[in-house]
């Protein structure tokens, strides 16, 4: 390329960080007049810079030195100044870059990895282990083997009692054809049978394989759902006489938590259909049992709403002539997409034929932004002239709760959003309200007088109030961030997902609110996995390990007796996107950590046992390869591949993007055939084995 950006740190400071910015043009042309664009993820302070002016949005900074040519075969030189003191990573420098000239606009920029200061040089190490028995994870809560094994040919079927059983039954045959490469026959033996058992709970589980063959017994499809993960587990693939076996063994299971959930964000990251349904059905491998979709954030509003396409026509889209401009990575090209409400139908779907509800995030009345941009005349409050900036460095990423077109936005959403989603839960964000908004608004002043409010900070709990009866009126709960309860003006009805720690989560509790416990220090799968300067994710103050992922343990400080535990529904991990593009992006932060963080959820703790966790993962990691899962292996440690690094940045940040474009999903039902006492076989495909 022609230009090139490199970004060292010049200085440590008590309270932040120096940077130099060079901008080398090794062209042989010059440019009086330009600006250079870049993504970066911390606020610059505007007064601190040794020439020029920048401004920002977000992450994305625009700087103008202003009567400095650009010479050719030469460079511009400026210094500046973040809050930020935390720099550990590659990927904490620039991520994406873009020049604008007279001439011409949107000349491509090399992008040079950060030059760091100080470098940690501990590296994460893990216990040498042999490999397990077997490889069932999470761990039953009792399980014994046979001496012997059954044998599962190309005529075995399964056979379910009734038609409510059939969408369990396709999953598992879709899964063992997927996995071994099985194909359709007509004829076979019943050798996998489902039962209904009411004396069960309604997630538990029996699975027991003998010389008779193998049964399941439920009282739910999502225990029958849960058998047939661990029975997935359990299949040895025999390519030579295609053939599975499975051992004898008796298993009686039960989930720890009744709340078991996962929280994808494709606000800032937009992941295509297809990816959505690929990492549910990941998930119903592992027992979770919810699916928290974020769908809106400053970033992007990605859910159709048909009484505003302006959400989606504008607010799913950001680009440098877009009104909602670049962010996070590739800022000079246009991306975004959104889900319509018919796939959105099919999500649901797949994800419900898969034991898994999925409940949608609509973040208010903060990170707001795409849907204020995409409705200005209804959501900005034209006398409003507050001043803040928000946690990702927005100045206008609030709902006001002063001005009616707020109301009429919030009625007109969560009805659509209650009938996309039959879960009877709605999440909506509540979180990260930055300090000083609605501090000079004048309709927000008479609506605080009117209610008697003190504090501009009370009008988030007014909205959040407005909300939650909203919400019951059509038959929802509303969840929210820990914030949800700040003010004291939700009622206790509202569930509170603790984020900051699980002191606060204890705290909430003892307020009287329902929690869900997702500390960020352990639970929140964007952070960096080791120390090493190439390792993907964020690293801020500490990292997430697989051990500490698997260390985790809810609630060790209370007393196992305690009232308070009856308020823990149960707890969940996130991934957040800013840094995720790609699906193998993806897969290496997600896995195998959520592998581990599955495990607490579903089994009781004096079951837990890390050395015993990674014999059992070491021969469970097949099951990733066989799924094509490209996990960060629990051994590796991150190699410095400097020439990848310097002529290639997409290789660390960007290298397979999630499409920019919508793509629509595809029906992959599978039929079953009746018998004449209403039962119904489901065939097992004969094996054709599977390349991993």
Avoid at 16 to 21: A, S, V, W
Avoid at 239 to 261: L, M
Avoid at 564 to 585: F, H
């Amino acid at each position: 390329m022609d230009f090139r950006v490199d970004l060292a740190i010049v200085e440590h400071l008590a309270k932040g960080c120096r940077f130099g910015l060079t901008l080398h043009n090794l062209s042989e042309k010059s440019h009086a007049n330009w600006k250079l664009n870049f993504a970066f993820e911390c606020f610059v302070i505007p007064d601190s810079l040794s020439q020029g002016e920048l401004t920002q949005v977000g992450t994305f900074c625009t700087l103008n030195v202003n009567e400095t040519p650009l010479y050719a075969n030469n460079h511009v030189y400026v210094e500046f100044c973040t809050a930020t003191s935390a720099f550990n990573l590659l990927s904490d420098g620039i991520n994406d870059a873009y020049l604008d000239t007279d001439a011409e606009t949107q000349l491509p920029v090399a992008v040079s990895p950060i030059v760091l200061g100080a470098v940690d040089d501990r590296r994460v190490s893990l216990p040498e282990v042999g490999a397990g028995r077997h490889a069932l994870i999470p761990h039953p809560q009792y399980m014994e083997f046979g001496e012997s094994v059954f044998e599962l040919t190309r005529y075995s079927q399964i056979c379910v009692e009734d038609q409510s059983m059939q969408c369990v039954a396709n999953w598992l045959s879709e899964e063992v054809e997927r996995l071994f490469g099985l194909s359709h026959k007509s004829i076979g033996q019943q050798d996998i049978r489902f039962r209904h058992s009411p004396v069960l709970d309604s997630e538990a589980y029996k699975l027991t394989v003998d010389g008779s063959g193998i049964e399941i017994e439920s009282n739910s499809n999502a225990g029958f759902t849960y058998g047939c993960a661990t029975l997935i587990q359990l299949m040895d693939f025999d390519h030579e006489r295609h053939t599975i076996y499975v051992p004898h063994v008796r298993i009686q299971d039960a989930p720890r938590f009744r709340y078991r959930g996962v929280m994808l964000d494709s606000a800032r990251s937009f992941q295509p259909v297809t990816e959505i349904k690929r990492v549910i059905n990941l998930l119903a491998h592992y027992k979770i049992n919810t699916f928290h979709w974020h769908l809106t954030d400053d970033e992007g509003w990605r859910v159709e709403i048909k009484a505003y396409p302006e959400l989606t026509d504008i607010g799913a889209w950001r680009g440098p002539t877009h009104p909602l401009k670049p962010q996070l990575h590739s800022i000079g090209d246009y991306y975004g997409g959104f889900y319509s409400q018919q796939e959105i139908r099919e999500i649901v779907q797949y994800a419900s034929d898969r034991s898994i509800q999925v409940i949608p995030e609509i973040d208010i009345p903060g990170h707001s932004r795409a849907a204020i941009t995409a409705l200005p005349d209804l959501l900005v409050d034209p006398e409003d002239q507050s001043h803040y900036r928000s946690e990702q460095n927005y100045t206008d990423n609030v709902l006001s709760p002063g001005i009616s077109g707020t109301y009429q936005f919030l009625d007109a959403v969560l009805e659509e959003i209650a009938q996309l989603f039959p879960a009877p839960y709605v999440h909506i964000g509540a979180d990260q309200v930055p300090v000083g908004v609605w501090t000079n608004s004048p309709s927000c002043r008479e609506l605080m007088a009117e209610q008697g409010y003190r504090n501009p900070k009370d009008l988030q709990g007014h909205l959040l109030r407005y909300v939650e009866d909203k919400l019951k009126s059509m038959g929802k709960r509303m969840l929210g961030w820990e914030e949800a309860h700040f003010g004291s003006k939700v009622s206790k009805d509202t569930v509170v997902y603790s984020w900051l720690s699980e002191e606060a989560a204890i705290n909430s509790a003892k307020l009287g609110y329902d929690v869900i416990l997702q500390p960020g220090q352990s639970t929140y799968l964007d952070m960096a996995q080791d120390y090493s300067v190439c390792e993907l994710g964020v690293y801020r103050s500490h990292i997430i390990t697989l051990e500490n992922a698997y260390q985790y343990e809810p609630l060790v400080q209370l007393h196992e007796q305690d009232p308070i535990k009856k308020r823990i529904l149960g707890m969940q991990a996130a991934l957040w996107t800013e840094r995720v593009t790609s699906p193998e992006r993806l897969d290496y932060m997600m896995f195998p950590r959520l592998v581990a963080l599955a495990e607490t959820a579903w089994t009781q703790d004096h079951s837990k046992d890390f050395h015993a966790f990674l014999s059992r993962l070491k021969p469970h990691l097949q099951l990733l390869d066989r799924q094509d899962v490209r996990y960060r292996h629990p051994c590796q440690r991150a190699k410095k591949r400097m020439a990848d690094v310097q002529h290639s940045k997409p290789t660390l940040l960007n290298e397979f993007k999630f499409s920019p474009i919508r793509i629509s999903s595809c029906n992959t039902a599978t039929s079953i055939t009746r018998t004449e006492n209403m039962s119904s076989l489901v065939p097992m495909p004969p094996l054709l084995g599977l390349t991993t």
